[in-house]
């Protein structure tokens, strides 16, 4: 049975309180941000005016418009109700307030909501005595289309065959880069650096974790200012996975670690570990649940027909993607799926892509880690040697597989694993089951530009 709606109505002082704050900072317009499968914020406005009402789940909108929420037209509509915990004033325009929100239907719990579902996961660990500290690296490209059409990297000098932290590039997409950073200061979000990556646009921006929850939701927001800052100096962002075939592509690698909720001792660090990756006992069973379950995830956190496309090992101008392409997990070594960075303490799921949903994939991540420390499943020694060198023969016996090559095959591993209809709940894993093949099926049904140049008059 659906939790019953713990209203926002119950709180009109706090909200009337909030409402103020937010007038005297200039804010006239308030949104409730949801989002949709892709993990994309959606939301109706408001005039702050009606904040209060807006707290309290007045405004209604129609799941059945939006990809891959579990709806049909004939259905009462969701509300979404804010959190006003996590209200950021957007700095590109400080009169517009966001605040991301849970939706509900009927005046109960929307159980396919995808915050609820990672809000579920995360109360599932607090149960267990562990707090979820989660940091997502985001990586993406910025690009401009010139007169032609064309589609160009922001700096004009960005045209190396190896770019990776080339500064030249970096200072020609500053004013863009500035205005983002600059931003995402002002909300709080503690940027401790950014870099050109290995593709021609592409840019790393890494900020302080957060508690799970926080940073889904950041994540969320980061995409959108993101975009919105770029489109104001007339560019655009992209978070494609992988935009360009001959560079490598974006990932969004996950960082998380387990604190105790009482005293926010770190329960993965160890520096008396003998395999010699300064990790404690939960984090190693934290990592064999992860790679128990890793196929089944990538049709999350890898959740694209594009995104199988930057899990190879070759394919980029500087030789090496840097993308993870074997279930097995290692030390400070890139070439593993999950990496224990220098100086331990916390676990790094290499195989997350930028397009993922952060609400779906921190939950289905963060229960198969809880299950591997309930279960103790013990993921052996660390792999410290190139994986990508690793002939299938050496692969076998070392008991080492392959990711899922195509998101087909990672929706068939989807459809198989019991812990995915345990997180998601029937409705929604069935939904995004559903979803996802059609995607699939649409894709494997075009006819693209490859074929045509090989085949049209090829016979």
Avoid at 86 to 92: G, L, Y
Avoid at 275 to 298: M, N, Q, S, T, V
Avoid at 307 to 334: D, H, Q
Wanted: charged share 25%; with cysteine; glycine share 8%.
């Amino acid at each position: 049975m659906a939790a019953k709606k713990k209203s926002s109505r119950n709180k009109p002082d706090q909200h009337a309180k909030l409402r103020k704050q937010l007038e005297a900072k200039g804010v006239k317009y308030a949104l409730a941000s949801y989002v949709d499968v892709h993990g994309v914020s959606k939301s109706k406005m408001v005039p702050i005016s009606h904040l209060e009402r807006m707290m309290g789940g007045s405004e209604l909108c129609t799941g059945a418009a939006l990809d891959g929420v579990p709806q049909d037209v004939s259905d009462e509509e969701i509300s979404p109700v804010p959190d006003a915990s996590s209200v950021i004033i957007c700095p590109w325009r400080p009169d517009v307030a966001w605040f991301a929100s849970d939706l509900y239907c009927e005046g109960e719990v929307f159980e396919p909501c995808s915050r609820q579902i990672f809000k579920r996961v995360l109360a599932d660990a607090k149960s267990m005595g562990y707090q979820f500290n989660f940091g997502i690296e985001p990586e993406l490209f910025l690009l401009r289309e010139d007169d032609a059409g064309h589609i160009q990297p922001v700096g004009s000098r960005d045209i190396l065959a190896k770019p990776a932290y080339d500064v030249r590039s970096t200072l020609d997409s500053l004013p863009v880069l500035d205005s983002i950073v600059d931003h995402l200061q002002q909300a709080g979000f503690d940027v401790y650096s950014f870099d050109h990556e290995d593709g021609n646009g592409q840019f790393e921006i890494d900020f302080t974790y957060f508690e799970g929850l926080e940073m889904a939701d950041r994540f969320v927001f980061f995409r959108l200012l993101v975009n919105e800052v770029a489109n104001q100096h007339g560019c655009f962002a992209s978070f494609m996975p992988k935009p360009f075939a001959d560079r490598a592509g974006s990932g969004a690698h996950y960082n998380m670690s387990l604190a105790d909720i009482k005293t926010g001792k770190n329960l993965f660090e160890s520096k008396a570990d003998p395999r010699g990756c300064d990790l404690g006992e939960a984090g190693y069973y934290f990592i064999g649940g992860i790679l128990k379950h890793l196929p089944a995830l990538c049709a999350v956190i890898t959740p694209t027909v594009n995104s199988y496309k930057r899990l190879i090992k070759e394919g980029s101008m500087s030789g090496f993607t840097w993308a993870p392409v074997f279930a097995c997990f290692g030390n400070n070594n890139r070439t593993n799926a999950v990496r224990v960075p220098l100086g331990g303490g916390r676990v790094e799921l290499r195989a997350a892509d930028i397009s993922n949903n952060p609400y779906l994939g921190g939950a289905l991540v963060l229960a198969a880690g809880l299950e591997g420390i309930r279960e103790k499943i013990d993921p052996g020694a660390p792999h410290t040697e190139n994986m990508y060198l690793k002939t299938p023969k050496e692969l076998a016996k070392l008991k080492v597989s392959y990711l899922p090559r195509t998101l087909d095959e990672a929706l068939d591993e989807f459809e198989k694993d019991p812990l995915v209809t345990q997180v998601f709940g029937k409705l929604m894993a069935d939904t995004y089951l559903q979803f996802k093949r059609d995607e699939y099926a649409e894709y494997t049904n075009h006819v693209s530009d490859w074929e045509v140049d090989r085949y049209m008059k090829f016979f």
